[in-house]
């Protein structure tokens, strides 16, 4: 299991800052969409210039023009761009395909669908990453990702699962009992007094887990 660091309404400056305190206990750093919205591609570019040795998430939230949108993600440096589960079928195929063309990756992000048709048609699509993601406003009510979500992940063939949605130190052993390989964690992190302490301490408590099961 590993963490991808989510860095969301915050500056450039704070981005790098938090990087930086953080880069021994975070295996992925995603620039979160509203980061993107704020700088463009230019921060994925510096951020990919600045720690080469990082898998970077570009959580581009694409749902239309998809080759375009995966291309520029990629061709900032970014590994992995990310695209909304509802959107058509062509987007995904269109991004899988620049996805394979530059030996990188698209994660799929199932926001807002639970159907579970829709996740085994885009397993079928030859989808190899989905997130589980219970949004930021949902966030304000609701206990966050149910089991129901985690079943429907359950059985699919050649499917890497990521969860994202308000992960924090005391939820985090209730999401690793589903052995997601990757755990998104944003706020937890970012808004912590001191988020290399943080990080840590999630990474030790990850550790901890895998050892003893
Ligand atoms: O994609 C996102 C918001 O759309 C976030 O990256 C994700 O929800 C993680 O952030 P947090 O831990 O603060 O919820």
């Given at each position: 299991?590993r963490?991808q ?5 915050l500056n ?5 800052q ?17 980061v993107?919205?704020?700088y463009g ?7 990919k210039e600045h720690?080469?040795?990082?898998v970077l998430v ?7 023009a998809g080759e375009h ?5 990629f061709?900032a440096?970014?590994?992995i ?9 062509q987007?995904?195929?269109?991004m899988?395909?620049e996805?394979?063309?530059s030996?990188k ?23 190899e990453?989905?997130s589980?993601h ?14 129901a979500a985690f ?8 499917v890497?699962?990521a969860?994202?949605?308000g ?9 690793m009992?589903h ?9 937890a992190?970012?808004k912590?007094e001191h988020?290399?302490?943080v990080?840590?301490?999630m990474?030790e ?9």
């Amino acid at each position: 299991m590993r963490i991808q660091l989510a860095l969301d309404r915050l500056n450039k400056r704070r981005c790098f800052q938090l990087v930086e305190a953080t880069k021994e206990y975070v295996d992925w750093i995603e620039i979160g969409t509203g980061v993107i919205k704020e700088y463009g591609m230019e921060i994925i570019r510096e951020m990919k210039e600045h720690y080469p040795e990082k898998v970077l998430v570009a959580d581009m939230k694409t749902c239309d023009a998809g080759e375009h949108e995966a291309k520029q993600a990629f061709e900032a440096g970014a590994d992995i761009t990310t695209v909304m589960a509802f959107s058509a079928n062509q987007t995904i195929t269109a991004m899988l395909q620049e996805a394979r063309a530059s030996e990188k990756q698209l994660m799929v992000d199932l926001l807002g669908v639970s159907d579970q048709k829709r996740i085994e048609e885009l397993a079928q699509l030859g989808v190899e990453w989905m997130s589980l993601h219970f949004g930021k406003d949902m966030q304000q009510q609701g206990e966050g990702l149910t089991e129901a979500a985690f079943s429907a992940m359950k059985g699919l063939s050649g499917v890497s699962v990521a969860v994202a949605g308000g992960i924090a130190e005391e939820t985090l052993p209730r999401i690793m009992l589903h052995k997601p390989e990757t755990v998104i964690v944003g706020s937890a992190i970012t808004k912590a007094e001191h988020p290399g302490v943080v990080a840590r301490r999630m990474k030790e408590v990850i550790e901890d887990y895998e050892v003893h099961h």
